[in-house]
């Protein structure tokens, strides 16, 4: 049998160099390689020209560069948020989205092809999950679009389709090259992780020491309602997420952000935002939070609505007045595709 290809995208400085050493080669040959794979991000073996060539040959049949193909993109006339739909190696359909914001430019990537969480407001749940992502394809979402573009990538979400920390050693890693000094060398600051809240995967990632941003995605002010949006709230209680938030702060001095997508009639009340101040102020014990309130974006499929605007104030108001720190999140690229998910959805359902 063909022994299967290395992605050589995904291995660290330290692993591309144990690789290097075992051919026989020397030990510099790594860096050099490393760059030509994370700056110069060639799409080819022949183009790394500083190498010998019998060293091109090995790593030519030995291993892959795996590439994303561009199969649409849609600008936003209004912000110049654009929004790729790219394919997969194996001919698997993802979504990434660049937003521009004053502050730079912010790339929201998919972790798995597909999600298998099941938010009932959410598109990328449909389809179920069909995997998760490699880091390179991970990595090659951050590439592309700044290739693409020709401007700098200075903050990076996970936030796309896909629970991240359902694709957990692959995300570490992909955190690992992106972050890596040789590399793009992104700050860890600039990088946020979103979860629907795996609590051991939360001990675990608060563990690594990253100086990430965590943020839970919540959605409701108590477990009831919270059982009713999200089928992962029935493996683990509101009280224990809201544990492992502490925790994540405890370990890493970051500050955790709670995602709150407001539904018109189920989530949006007055007294949901009093149940929801209580939560924070009962569960977080003083750690510090950010919550980031977010009109749902209407999935055809779903049924639930927006909020009118005034019920939106009132809620961030209600919030504030209790010392909480809170933003309503600006949408951006309305004019394109709507909400997370659906181009691909497009794409893969007709
Ligand atoms: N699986 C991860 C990350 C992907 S979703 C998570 O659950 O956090 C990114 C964010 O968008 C999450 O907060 C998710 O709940 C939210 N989201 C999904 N569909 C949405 C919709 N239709 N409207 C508003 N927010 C949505």
């Avoid at 492992?244 to 949901?272: H, I, W």
Wanted: aromatic residues 6%; hydrophobic residues 35%.
């Amino acid at each position: 049998m063909e022994q299967e290809k290395r992605d050589i995208r995904s291995l660290t400085l330290e692993e591309l160099t144990e690789y290097v050493v075992g051919l026989g080669e020397q030990k510099f040959r790594a860096k050099q390689i490393y760059q030509w794979l994370h700056l110069k991000q060639v799409t080819d073996f022949d183009r790394m020209t500083n190498l010998p060539k019998s060293l091109l040959r090995t790593l030519s049949e030995e291993c892959v560069l795996v590439e994303l193909k561009k199969e649409a993109m849609q600008a936003s006339k209004q912000d110049g948020t654009r929004k790729y739909l790219f394919i997969l190696p194996d001919g698997n359909r993802i979504e990434s989205v660049l937003m521009r914001y004053k502050h730079g430019n912010s790339v929201c990537i998919s972790s798995q092809a597909g999600c298998r969480m099941g938010c009932r407001f959410c598109a990328s749940a449909l389809g179920g999950l069909a995997r998760g992502l490699t880091a390179s394809e991970m990595l090659e979402q951050v590439y592309r679009i700044g290739r693409d573009t020709g401007e700098r990538i200075s903050n990076v979400v996970v936030m796309g389709t896909g629970e991240p920390l359902d694709n957990y050693e692959n995300l570490v890693r992909f955190i690992r090259l992106l972050t890596d000094e040789n590399g793009l060398h992104i700050s860890q600051r600039n990088v946020t992780v979103s979860t629907c809240g795996l609590v051991p995967e939360m001990y675990r990632l608060a563990d690594e020491a990253f100086s990430i941003t965590l943020a839970l995605s919540l959605h409701a002010p108590d477990q009831e309602k919270r059982r009713q949006l999200m089928p992962v709230a029935e493996r683990y209680a509101l009280s224990d997420v809201m544990m492992a938030c502490r925790y994540y702060f405890e370990q890493t001095g970051r500050r955790v952000t709670f995602e709150y997508s407001l539904m018109k009639g189920f989530n949006d009340a007055p007294k949901d935002a009093k149940a929801l101040s209580a939560l924070l102020k009962r569960e977080l014990r003083g750690v510090p939070c950010h919550v980031n309130l977010i009109p749902v974006n209407p999935v055809r499929e779903r049924g639930y609505t927006q909020p009118d605007a005034a019920d939106i104030a009132a809620f961030k108001n209600k919030l504030e007045k209790n010392g909480i720190n809170v933003t309503i999140r600006r949408e951006m690229g309305r004019d394109i595709d709507g909400a997370c998910g659906q181009l691909r959805r497009r794409y893969t359902e007709q």
